[in-house]
């Protein structure tokens, strides 16, 4: 391999591409994800048979979208957690689905930012720790913009507010991911103008003695959410040591 074709290879593999998603439904984004999770997955596995020079570089996404009313638990979650049953998840115009990620119960709605990384950790770092505290990293620098101070709690993950305080420690950024050969999916969820009514149908991540917040009852106005947007984009993609294109 020349040193151009190098480089070239260097600066496509550290290239983040960015897709909006809007307002859809959970299942079709999950099952988007597993589309591009799959490819991305597939072109590694035929990489391995292939001589260095011939082998395909494996693409990087971020999707960006909010969803209408759902729950979702992940594979090592309790369904105790959803507290209303199939009839009032109809009532309240809401839907269930058991997914292939790592932790409990959580919402999603309109009002939420939702966040997708479909990440080839080969390209940057194999270190699943690392991945998910850049995640919380962006998102706690994110909200330092709008002069809300966010913390990691010990021991679990997502991103909170007065952590050292039980009385007052809230969520307000959850987190759950999915990873094999070393490709990521799922990602966070971060409330921004979110109905937090919705999380009383549940206890939210299986934690009981932590209330969640959103952005918008922390500033005690709605946030914009497109500027919300580039701010995460440009955390991320300083963390990431990346270049995100549309």
Not at 64 to 86: A, D, M, Q, R
Not at 216 to 233: A, D, W
């Amino acid at each position: 391999m020349t040193r151009s074709s190098f480089l070239f290879l260097y600066i496509f593999l550290q290239t983040v591409k960015y897709i909006d998603l809007g307002l859809i439904d959970y299942k079709q984004a999950w099952q988007f994800q597993e589309k591009l999770f799959n490819e991305v997955v597939d072109t590694k596995i035929s990489n391995r048979t292939r001589a260095l020079e011939l082998q395909e570089p494996t693409s990087n996404y971020l999707l960006f979208c909010e969803h209408p009313h759902v729950y979702t638990l992940g594979n090592s979650g309790n369904k105790e957690n959803l507290l209303i049953n199939e009839q009032e998840l109809e009532e309240k115009n809401a839907v269930y689905y058991k997914i292939n990620r790592g932790g409990d119960i959580t919402y999603h709605g309109p009002g939420q930012l939702v966040g997708y990384p479909i990440l080839d950790l080969d390209n940057f770092f194999t270190d699943i720790h690392k991945y998910l505290r850049l995640l919380e990293e962006m998102v706690i620098r994110t909200l330092a913009e709008y002069d809300v101070k966010a913390q990691r709690s010990s021991g679990e993950t997502g991103v909170w507010l007065d952590v050292e305080d039980p009385l007052k420690a809230r969520k307000i950024c959850a987190m759950g991911v999915r990873a094999s050969r070393w490709v990521t999916m799922h990602g966070f969820a971060l409330n921004a103008n979110v109905d937090l009514n919705y999380f009383k149908n549940i206890i939210p991540c299986g934690i009981q003695d932590k209330a969640v917040t959103s952005l918008h009852k922390e500033l005690g106005r709605p946030v914009e959410e497109e500027e919300l947007k580039e701010k995460l984009k440009k955390h991320f993609a300083q963390l990431f040591e990346c270049t995100l294109v549309s």
